[in-house]
């Protein structure tokens, strides 16, 4: 069984353009308190229009060159901030069949005009496409996924925004989860913790 290496070797094996983000040191005294946000089903807020959102990236093949690929796209959108970029095992990888490790990086994006959820949806899907993202795969076979993009949390306009009322978070109001997301996977709960605590 393969162990954990610590952060600190896994972030020296990232090229510098995935570690450019300002590690933060993360406050054990601050609770995310997620399950305390509204969730919402996707489908149910496709036609609101949208000003913020987190998203979560992953590649496992090449991420050096496609991950730089999308936030750079992501930025022609609006404002990026992005988190510190990790190196995680895929934990559908078995003794008999193992994987390629993913790196993962969430991203706060400030969108410059509001857009519909259902079209930012394609949007992603359409920038996945330009990373060569290749959907069909042989049985047995290993993917290769160059760009994965999900979106994890969105925070819509004052007035579309009547659903995110019922969060009880400080920290994060008026933010709303997206239900098929969470549970967060660990990487995407500590990517939206350090963009908290850098004022997300």
Known sequence: MRQHQPTSQLLK???KKLTSAKL???KTSVDLNLAMLTQCAPETVQAHPVVELVLALGSNYQAEKYLPRARQ?????GEVRLSTA???PDFTATLEQSKPDYTNQCVHLTLTTPISLQQLQQIFKNLEGDCHRCRQTKPNQVRQVT???DILMIKMTDKENSLSKKSTSKLMPNWIVMADRYPFKAHEKAGVRELILTRL
Do not use: G
């Not at 796209?73 to 959108?77: F, G, K, S, V």
């Open 73 to 77: 796209r992501l930025a022609a959108l």
């Open 86 to 88: 990790f190196q995680n």
């Open 24 to 26: 933060m040191m993360h």
């Open 147 to 149: 760009m994965d993009i």
């Open 13 to 15: 094996k990232l090229p």
